[in-house]
């Protein structure tokens, strides 16, 4: 069984940075593609980010691209998402994700999912 814990949510203004951490129990955690995801009110949940199971391949949702950084740390079983130069748009609970096939970002694929947390932009 796997389970993932977020934290780092918060209000912020825009052009603020925060940093969400996903603390992932289980001995498997490296064998995972990580991911992050949000949902806004009255939206579907949408992708975010993801990070290949050794950290070497990401990839972003174009709303998010040169703005978050994912990244994992398999030692520590974390994965971290920084977000910078945020904007109202971004207001969403964000979700850790795992157990999805690298480019199939659908949320029916996803596996395994943290009880999220709240992030709010305002301008």
């Known amino acids: 069984q796997v389970q993932l814990v977020e934290s780092g949510g918060g209000l912020v203004q825009a052009g603020d940075s925060l940093r969400l951490s996903c603390a992932v129990s289980g001995r498997t955690f490296s064998s995972y593609s990580m991911g992050w995801f949000r949902q806004a009110p009255r939206k579907e949940r949408e992708f975010v980010a993801a990070v290949s199971s050794i950290g070497v391949s990401a990839d972003y949702a174009d709303s998010v691209k040169g703005r978050f950084t994912i990244s994992r740390d398999n030692a520590k079983n974390t994965a971290i998402l920084q977000m910078n130069n945020l904007k109202p748009e971004d207001t969403a609970v964000y979700f850790c994700?795992?157990?999805?096939?690298?480019?199939?970002?659908?949320?029916?694929?996803?596996?395994?999912w943290g009880q999220g947390t709240q992030v709010t932009v305002s301008s």
């Open positions: 994700a795992a157990g999805f096939s690298w480019g199939d970002y659908r949320r029916e694929a996803v596996a395994y």
